[in-house]
């Protein structure tokens, strides 16, 4: 399903664990990393495609996260024409993303990479929430650079453990020069 302009509704997925560290994923059969993301279908809305995709995914039920803000409005990229399948060519410009920022609230050994047939991703890790712009495929940096810098703010919006209530939420790591600025004129 595309919108009038060409772009594909879709959910990406950001998923930080109490230490603010996010969930990054290595595509399978690929040295290429991403947070999960995927298709928004008929009739769903995205926070139901966000549930699923994260089931699908990462194997996490709605149990295991908890919401903790989302962009407000769509973020869009374009894909290059030599990656758009032949059949898609002239009307497929690219997605348009809702991002979400979810706390972990299950444990790691709930993450489950083979919770489908159709798996995304044969590895995982925790990564700083600054994550290098430039481990990101070019066409997708600046909606990634977006997407962190709007969302980082609901890291911080409340003490998760008796310790930060205590003594107050650790911040994250200063935001790195390359996302105070748009990328490549984006």
Same mark, same amino acid.
């Given at each position: 399903?595309?919108?009038?302009?060409?772009?594909?509704?879709?959910?990406?997925?950001?998923?930080?664990?109490?230490?603010?560290?996010?969930?990054?994923?290595?595509?399978?059969?690929?040295?290429?990393?991403?947070?999960?993301?995927?298709?928004?279908?008929?009739?769903?809305?995205?926070?139901?495609?966000?549930?699923?995709?994260?089931?699908?995914?990462?194997?996490?039920?709605?149990?295991?996260?908890?919401?903790?803000?989302?962009?407000?409005?769509?973020?869009?990229?374009?894909?290059?024409?030599?990656?758009?399948?032949?059949?898609?060519?002239?009307?497929?410009?690219?997605?348009?993303?809702?991002?979400?920022?979810? =706390?972990?609230?299950? #444990?790691?050994?709930? *993450?489950? %990479?083979?919770?489908?047939? !159709?798996?995304?991703?044969?590895?995982? &890790?925790?990564?700083?929430?600054?994550?290098?712009?430039?481990?990101?495929?070019?066409?997708? =940096?600046?909606?990634? #650079?977006?997407?962190? *810098?709007? %969302?980082?703010?609901?890291? !911080?919006?409340?003490?998760?453990?008796? &310790?930060?209530?205590?003594?107050?939420?650790?911040?994250?790591?200063?935001?790195?020069?390359?996302?105070?600025?748009?990328?490549?004129?984006?």
């Amino acid at each position: 399903m595309l919108d009038r302009d060409g772009y594909r509704p879709n959910v990406a997925i950001v998923i930080a664990n109490g230490r603010n560290q996010v969930f990054w994923g290595k595509r399978i059969r690929e040295h290429s990393w991403q947070f999960p993301q995927g298709g928004i279908n008929t009739g769903e809305t995205p926070e139901a495609a966000m549930y699923r995709e994260l089931r699908e995914e990462v194997g996490l039920l709605p149990q295991h996260v908890r919401v903790l803000g989302r962009t407000r409005d769509w973020l869009r990229y374009d894909v290059p024409q030599h990656w758009i399948k032949r059949e898609w060519r002239g009307s497929y410009r690219g997605q348009k993303q809702i991002w979400y920022l979810l =706390r972990l609230t299950g #444990r790691d050994t709930d *993450v489950s %990479l083979r919770a489908t047939d !159709h798996p995304e991703f044969d590895a995982w &890790r925790w990564h700083d929430y600054w994550i290098p712009l430039e481990n990101v495929i070019e066409f997708k =940096r600046e909606v990634y #650079r977006r997407a962190l *810098v709007e %969302l980082e703010r609901f890291l !911080h919006a409340r003490p998760q453990t008796r &310790r930060e209530r205590l003594f107050g939420v650790q911040p994250t790591a200063e935001m790195p020069p390359g996302y105070a600025e748009p990328v490549d004129g984006g």
